[in-house]
């Protein structure tokens, strides 16, 4: 008879679900470090970009494409990454941010839908999906080692996206609370007409808040394309987790955004060794965020209704 | 100046001028290589259609076809191929000088735009010969339909009615739920000890892919496990991890998905650490270059991939003229088993067509598609056939190839795919019975 304590779920003992932890760390990570660059730029912005996954994409594919087609070294590509998603989302910011800046949200909002699309469209264009596939392995994913208690092995990317992912959490609230910029950048998440009445250069804050969101996005392009694949539809759709941890986190706090990141990235992979729910696993960004939602409704609700009585 | 100078000055110029004209031609004449595709047809050579090397200018005789397009399930390259091919033969003389115009239609998976687009394919566009469908739903949508009107289907199955209900539409391929249990059967001679039939849902809406790949596993008395999953794959690390557990230890793992998908789980396998743990198989779209360059070394012999097609740097004509005329006129479209099925099925409906005595019209254009037996091509591992019977499958024999330093290598020689449908013991009795693909007499492939 199995030991009871063992056994967890559906008949499915501990030892099914530890290869799977490791691996829903390490997606998780990169859907929170996705979802604080969507916050940060929501929070200095209003701007929920939707278009996150699809530059993230574009920095991937134009890392792969230096690499496939030029001679530039290794590094040298996955920085171009980087830049590419801080280059277009600055570009976007600068252009649009100011058209948009006195527009309600889901305006804001829409228009990066509308960059994403731009983005998909170009680069189905440029790089047909086709039955071709690439891949953007870095060299840090055939670096691994066997981690006995979870029967399972972790690679060097895993741990560079769980332990960047922590670093940008902890550095970005570090910025946003000490630093003149992150002060700003939190005077306008508040109100934007205020906070440049009192003198704070807005478009400034503002186009650093789209760099630096940008950055997070190539970074997280970069990462995925290891995790996931280089696909851009991919890569531009996984921005629905993303934007889920970010609103678990009701688009304000940095640290819930990274648990909710973590548990997304866990929940969907925990759900895999359990046969009945395994094909359904990819709705655990949406389960979760709708829970959370009604749970927040909930709480706004109840306080109204009891000064109302 | 003198006038001596004048002259030996024209002479010098004129003189210059005839040694430029004259290695312009020497080199033009030197440098012209026969045009892809040209010459004449021999055991030894292929050629595209008449071969003649002229382009032909007639009034176009209009084919067309469908394949499946959407995030995740894309057959363009088939079509891509067998557009190719018919761009070779309208450079070759075409079908008695008149070219073909090819067409095809994409679609995304949907009952309704699979009928919509075959309704204009035939109704609007009014072709002749309908070739290289590859759509998901067509054989089940539409294969009422194209009997109706009179057509002879060649395309790539993919559905069930492909191959056990549509007397008018014939496959090149044994579509992937055949190769599965090609790729089922390789692992099994391997010696797995469990198998995974692992597909995706969107490219089986029928739920019969993983059928034959399990009558292995269940044939040779070990567990087996059917197992589908969403496209694209956005996890590849846990699906890897989830397939490689559900095998256990020597398990084996069949996957049927297309190229850039099943490349995105081996990866994953491999982030894992898992190709050791258990045998990977795969159907045949993974019989491309590409996927055994992006796999590398690691895979080396690893990957037991199904081959209903030649390998594909095979020196046979067929495939050697296969690879010139993809590079010529299709330059994107990856060498695969995409892109043989799309050629091969162009090649057949080409040399039909070349067969119609007089008058081109769909009758006999169409007729002509339907008698089609004995066709030898070094494509396929037997002749290929259409003929009169409820259901076809003529490609129903084939390979195994494996990875080794980016390139597919031969591990297996061809061999019968296990019967496990009762349409394929009786497709395999009529062959005998007709002698449908003893390669004699051969098909005339130039009319």
């Not at chain 1, 228009?111 to 170009?122: E, H, R, Y």
């Amino acid at each position: 008879m199995p030991d009871v304590a063992e056994v967890l779920l559906l008949g499915l003992a501990l030892d099914d679900f530890k290869p799977f932890i490791l691996t829903g760390l390490a997606l998780g990570a990169v859907y929170a470090l996705s979802a604080t660059g969507i916050v940060v730029l929501y929070q200095a912005t209003g701007v929920l970009n939707l278009a996150f996954g699809a530059v993230g994409a574009l920095g991937a594919l134009v890392s792969w494409e230096l690499l496939n087609s030029t001679d530039v070294p290794h590094w040298v590509a996955y920085l171009a990454c980087v830049l590419v998603g801080g280059a277009v989302t600055l570009a976007y910011g600068l252009v649009f941010g100011s058209v948009f800046a006195a527009r309600d949200q889901l305006v804001k909002a829409i228009g990066t839908l509308g960059l994403a699309l731009v983005l998909l469209g170009t680069m189905y264009w440029i790089w047909p999906a086709g039955t071709f596939a690439r891949s953007l392995i870095m060299g840090t994913t055939n670096w691994g080692y066997q981690v006995d208690f979870l029967n399972a092995r972790v690679n060097g990317t895993q741990i560079i996206a769980f332990c960047f992912a922590v670093a940008v959490t902890v550095l970005t609230a570090l910025f946003l609370r000490f630093t003149k910029l992150g002060t700003a950048m939190r005077a306008m998440a508040n109100d934007r007409e205020i906070t440049a009445t009192l003198g704070v250069p807005v478009r400034r804050v503002e186009a650093a808040a789209w760099l630096g969101s940008g950055l997070v996005c190539g970074a997280s392009g970069l990462l995925l394309a290891n995790l996931v694949g280089l696909d851009a539809g991919t890569l531009t759709f996984l921005v629905i987790s993303a934007l889920a941890a970010a609103l678990i986190a009701r688009l304000r706090s940095l640290w819930v955004t990274l648990v909710a990141g973590i548990g997304i990235g866990l929940a969907e992979a925990l759900a895999t060794p359990i046969f009945e729910i395994s094909r359904y696993r990819t709705m655990a960004p949406f389960v979760l965020a709708i829970a959370a939602l009604l749970i927040f409704q909930r709480q706004r609700v109840v306080p109204v209704a009891r000064a109302t009585r | 100046m003198s006038s001596k100078k004048v002259k030996a000055g024209i002479a010098l110029v004129a003189s210059s001028l005839a040694a430029l004209l004259v290695s312009a031609v020497v080199t033009g004449a030197g440098g012209a290589t026969a045009p892809v595709g040209s010459g004449k047809q021999s055991a030894t050579k292929s050629v595209c259609g008449l071969g003649t090397g002229q382009k032909a200018r007639g009034t176009p005789i209009k084919v067309g076809g469908l394949v499946t397009f959407e995030p995740g399930t894309d057959f363009q390259d088939i079509a891509k191929a067998a557009a190719a091919y018919f761009a070779c033969v309208n450079d070759n003389g075409g079908i008695r000088g008149r070219p073909i115009q090819y067409k095809y239609y994409t679609t995304p998976i949907n009952p309704v735009t699979a009928a919509a687009q075959a309704r204009k394919l035939v109704a609007s566009d009014k072709v002749i010969a309908i070739v290289g469908n590859t759509e998901i739903l067509d054989c089940t949508v539409n294969h009422k339909y194209y009997r109706a009107n009179g057509y002879y289907v060649i395309g790539s199955g993919i559905a069930p009615e492909c191959y056990n209900g549509a007397p008018t539409m014939a496959q090149v391929n044994m579509g992937p739920a055949y190769s599965a249990t090609g790729a089922a059967q390789a692992l099994v001679r391997a010696g797995a000890k469990s198998l995974v039939c692992d597909t995706s849902n969107q490219g089986d809406p029928t739920g019969y892919v993983n059928l034959g790949c399990m009558a292995v596993g269940r044939q040779a008395g070990i567990p087996v496990v059917n197992s589908h999953h969403d496209v694209p794959v956005t996890d590849a690390n846990s699906h890897a991890l989830e397939l490689v557990t559900r095998a256990g230890q020597d398990g084996g793992i069949v996957l049927t998905y297309i190229p850039p998908e099943a490349l995105k789980i081996l990866q994953g396998a491999q982030q894992q650490g898992l190709i050791d743990r258990v045998k990977w198989g795969c159907a045949t779209p993974c019989n491309t270059d590409f996927v055994a360059a992006a796999l590398g070394a690691p895979w080396n012999g690893k990957l037991y991939v199904n081959a209903e097609l030649a390998l594909l740097d095979s020196k046979g004509p067929d495939m050697t003229l296969y690879r010139a005329v993809l590079k010529k006129y299709a330059g994107k479209t990856a060498i695969g088993s995409f892109s043989q099925m799309g050629y091969t099925e162009a090649l057949i409906a080409t040399a039909a067509m070349l067969n119609v005595k007089g008058a081109i019209t769909k009758q006999k254009v169409n007729r002509a598609i339907r008698d089609v037996k004995n066709f030898k091509t070094d494509i396929l591992c037997k002749p290929w056939y259409f003929g009169v019977a409820p259901y076809h499958n003529p490609n129903n024999t084939d390979k195994t190839v494996v990875p080794l330093n980016g390139k597919m290598v031969q591990k297996e020689g061809c061999f019968d795919i296990f019967a496990y449908t009762p349409q394929l013991r009786n497709i395999r009795q009529w062959e005998k019975q007709r002698k449908l693909n003893t390669g004699s007499p051969p098909y005339p492939r130039q009319g």
